[in-house]
Structure formats: structure tokens, C-alpha cells
């Protein structure tokens, strides 16, 4: 599955903003005090593919929200 958390993920690895997992070379990493641990159950990993996707897309909807909204307000001026 490809990474969903950004456009530039090929690039460095990609969190998933406020939890402690970061998706790097197309595998989940668990983020703890002491370290990282590979995730390695295909149905966590495909939880957390899931949800980034379900994020993202929340994300771009609330941004383009955010969009409509500024333009409105310039347009009433």
C-alpha cells in the first residue's frame, strides 16, 4: 500500500502527527522513549495505513474549508 501522509514521504520519513508511529521504507515503526520497533502484524500496519489515509483526507477536506471560507471573506469586502 503507499504511504498517504505526504507528497515528499519518498523523501524522509513520514509521522503520523500526534501518535508515536512513523512510516518509513513502506513499514510502520512503533516510537517509544528507548527506541523504534518494526510493526510487524499485517493487520496493525494495515490499521495504521487506514487511519493516515482517513487523516490525510481529513486533513485536505478541513484545509480546502479553511480555503472556501478565506475566499468568502475577501469576497464580501
Known sequence: M???NSSAA???PAPLTGAPVVRRGGQWWL???????LATDPTFSGELDRFAAA???ADLAVAQL???????RRRSR
Open 55 to 57: 487523516k490525510a483526507a
Open 31 to 37: 516510537i517509544t522513549g528507548e527506541g523504534s520497533i
Open 66 to 72: 479553511r480555503a472556501d471560507r478565506g475566499a468568502r
Open 2 to 4: 503507499s504511504d498517504t
Open 10 to 12: 519518498h523523501h524522509r
